[in-house]
């Protein structure tokens, strides 16, 4: 409402103005002529005075209402009270008509303007009604000010409370922003400490890490000293304290190379439970060393047992190795007596059950004084060499004697070698794994147990062959040598690798001993001095073909060994060894154009081409 009515009085303002202007401009020769210059110039000013407060967009109409009610009065045109102009300038004549021209074109095109000069109002009369309307709606609206007094009232104590209240909260923020640039310092103060602390924290924990495991590594429980002095060795507590001693044992020692001066606190103490541990140890194992001394004693049995306690020479080659060699050489004399006493009764024994009739000298496929055609046959004897006698249980002569049980040589020479074999085995993996040794070492500790009892088995051998005139035992005994090499091989014990080379070093030069012999006995047969002859098969025939045939049945043999291997590649290799070592023998006692090298040469070439 006081929206409209302050739009009403600008339009009546300025409708007024423009009567005025025009109402000055139709009269202003009487008003010259009446009141002078001065009312002239006064005339102009009061013009542009009127269309400043009038047509002005302040809401102070008030004002301009009140100034233009004290120049045009009700009573008509004068000045009723003196004009207060303040420090307006009225000097000049020029700027102010030019003003006031713009005003008056400005205000001739208002619609109100042109709709009362059609109509030919009487431009005073109707400025005095807009006069008097605007002092109406003056009026009315000071009263609705009035009224809305103590609404203005309030709004205003609202408006500067408000003031108030953002001040207070300008303040506020400007003191939140001054702390959020403190906190933003001080967080970055605390994120540069942080950073510091992880870092010492990380590096205490790295120090306390390395400070734990030297702590743990030289404090000695009580449980390990009460173990390492009242347990006994047998104990499974014993054993894991020992193993706990070790630890502390090598991480002193490792410490004190490094110049840790806390290893002389435990040092004392650790000396003194080692010396106890040691001293235990000793006689444990060397009484169970001895135990294999006792007569009717199956020393595989106690010397299964020292394995479960490994660890004990263990310790003893790390913490005392004067005592371990003392242990190790005690059990290298002990197990060197008791293998070269059984083996030497055994050897004994086995040959008692041995065929009384065996070939002598004269025995030869030639003529001979004694005709026995048997030494030739091969008959069941080759059966020694089957995978199932082969590796068959060794020969009981005493259970023998008592049968009346005689056997061929080979079979002898089987059950004696798969007796060493199967010993020799077991020492082998005993020695590695108890003495904790491997390669050269294990070889040189298993022949200083072995080497006796290899040494007299091999001089046995090398007396038995000197009188030996029996081909086919002697090369039965080549291949059970051949055999049992591979048997070696395939346990990974290559220790006794040597023994079969010096084995076959003294068969096979009996082997051709033997044949050359025979062969010369038919080379220096005078067919005219074997007495009558008839058509029938002579007796030296029958001799060659009952040996052939056994040659041919050991050429099978090596067939069926040769299977025995898994890969294509070691079966040839085998085959390609036998057949060369054969080739070559014949070649040296037969003609080169003879059956059996033929034979050979052609088996040679079908394995290498």
Known sequence: MPEVRLRGMAAAATMAAAARELMLRAGASDMEEEEGPLVRTQGCFFSRVSSHL???????????????????????PGLQEPLQLGELDITSDEFILDEVDVHIQANLEDELVKEALKTGVDLRHYSKQVELELQQIEQKSIRDYIQESENIASLHNQITACDAVLERMEQMLGAFQSDLSSISSEIRTLQEQSGAMNIRLRNRQAVRG?????????????????????APVTEPRFL??????????AAVREQEARGTAACADVRGVLDRLRIKAVTKIREF??????????PMTNYQIPQTALLKYRFFYQFLLGNERATAKEIRDEYVETLSKIYLSYYRSYLGRLMKVQYEEVAEKDDLMGPSLRSRNTIFTLGTRGSVISPTELEAPILVPHTAQRGEQRYPFEALFRSQHYALLDNSCREYLFICEFFVVSGSAAQDLFHAVMGRTLSMTLKHLESYLTDCYDAIAVFLCIHIVLRFRNIAAKRDVPALDRYWE????????RFELILEMNVQSVRSTDPQRLGG???????ITRRYAEFS??????????LRVAAEFSSRKEQLVFLINNYDMMLGVLMERAADDSKEVESFQQLLNARTQ
Do not use: C, M
């Open 285 to 294: 194992i060397l009484q169970k060393i001895y135990s294999f001394r006792k």
């Open 54 to 76: 009038l047509t002005s967009e302040r809401p102070g109409l008030g004002v301009g209402t009140r100034l233009g009610a004290r120049l045009l009065p009700e009573g008509g």
């Open 240 to 249: 894991e304290q020992l193993q706990e001693l070790d630890a502390k044992a």
């Open 549 to 558: 045939s056994a040659l041919v049945e050991v050429e099978n043999f090596v």
């Open 533 to 539: 002859l008839d058509t029938r098969p002579h007796y």
């Open 502 to 509: 010096q084995v076959l070093a003294l068969l096979w030069p």
């Open 210 to 230: 390395k400070l734990g495991e030297l702590v743990d590594g030289l404090v000695v429980p009580s449980a390990l000293v009460t173990a390492i002095l009242e």
